[in-house]
């Protein structure tokens, strides 16, 4: 005879879990350690891990949207977030188990060079035209054509 | 809004169109099918019978079969888009953006569907990242003011 089914236990969809990179501007006022513990203290049922560039953390959709509401209010300007395929401490992701760094960590590290200036431009929000772009006649592509010749 | 970026997985164009409200297109989330479905044997190694005939929408028969791939994951996010951001010249350990051959058709893919697109280039300097940001953010505005 099987066990009966516990009604507060119900299967959980492999689609409406998520994975969040959050990621700690260069200027953040927070360290690392600070923002998994302020993760923590949110006693939400998250899987958090803590990372070098922030932490990595895993859950339902709807929990781990509302964390990651939270921890940006902590310093808005400073935290950024991205969402992220593999879940925290995937082996066929994490450094432990592969050696090396990961796929991802080289793309992350040459925005993280960027986002100094990008958390100042979101400071100080700026006016600017956006131009649109066109396409241009064939006369015109000629003559750029014949000018690079 | 829908709005899909290029490099699909670039952080800071994701992180700002959620600041905006906006939702990114980004191709972690059509990663994350892959790795965590039972269905696959040794996920991400590989692909379903699916893969191959979704990418044939958008690249033909003889084109090699890397950009037919990654075309199966990327051209889905570009048709389901309502607007979106192109940042060319990104460098090349962009994850896994690097095919050449892929970002060209992904690029046509998006300019070819006649939404709103904002092209910018990968920027260099602390003066070219501000104008980026503002650039980035006065788009989402106006995307705003066109819908209500």
């Known amino acids: 005879m099987s066990p009966p089914k516990n009604p507060e236990v119900t299967e959980k969809n492999p689609d409406d879990q998520v994975t969040r990179m959050i990621i700690l501007g260069p200027s953040a006022d927070i360290?690392?350690?600070e923002l998994v513990r302020i993760l923590h203290m949110m006693e939400i049922p998250l899987t958090i891990k803590s990372t070098c560039y922030g932490a990595v953390i895993g859950g339902d959709k709807d929990v781990v949207e509302q964390a990651v509401q939270k921890i940006r209010e902590v310093d808005e300007y400073n935290i950024f977030t991205k969402d992220r395929g593999f879940p925290p401490g995937d082996p066929r992701r994490c450094r432990a188990k592969r050696g090396g760094a990961r796929e991802g960590f080289h793309q992350l590290e040459k925005e993280f060079e960027l986002l100094e200036d990008v958390s100042k431009a979101l400071k100080n929000p700026q006016k600017v035209k956006v131009k649109e772009c066109k396409k241009i006649s064939p006369e015109e592509f000629r003559k750029i054509a014949e000018e690079c010749k | 809004?829908?709005?899909?970026?290029?490099?699909?997985?670039?952080?800071?164009?994701?992180?700002?169109?959620?600041?905006r409200g906006h939702e990114p297109l980004v191709l972690q989330s059509e990663i994350r099918k892959k790795v965590t479905s039972s269905e696959i044997d040794s996920p991400p190694l590989n692909i379903t019978e699916e893969d191959p005939i979704k990418g044939l929408k958008y690249a033909a028969i003889e084109v090699p079969s890397g950009v037919r791939g990654r075309?199966?994951?990327?051209?889905?996010?570009?048709?389901e888009a309502d607007a979106a951001m192109i940042m060319e010249d990104a460098p090349f350990g962009f994850g896994c953006i690097g095919c050449a051959r892929t970002n060209e058709l992904c690029m046509f893919n998006i300019r070819k569907r006649n939404i709103p697109v904002l092209e910018l280039k990968y920027p260099t300097s602390k003066e070219e990242t501000i104008e980026l940001v503002n650039k980035i953010n006065e788009f989402l505005d106006s995307l705003e003011e066109k819908n209500g």
């Open chain 2, 71 to 79: 075309m199966a994951i990327f051209g889905p996010l570009i048709d």
């Open chain 1, 31 to 33: 360290s690392q350690t």
């Open chain 2, 1 to 19: 809004m829908k709005i899909a970026i290029f490099p699909p997985n670039s952080l800071i164009l994701a992180d700002l169109v959620e600041r």
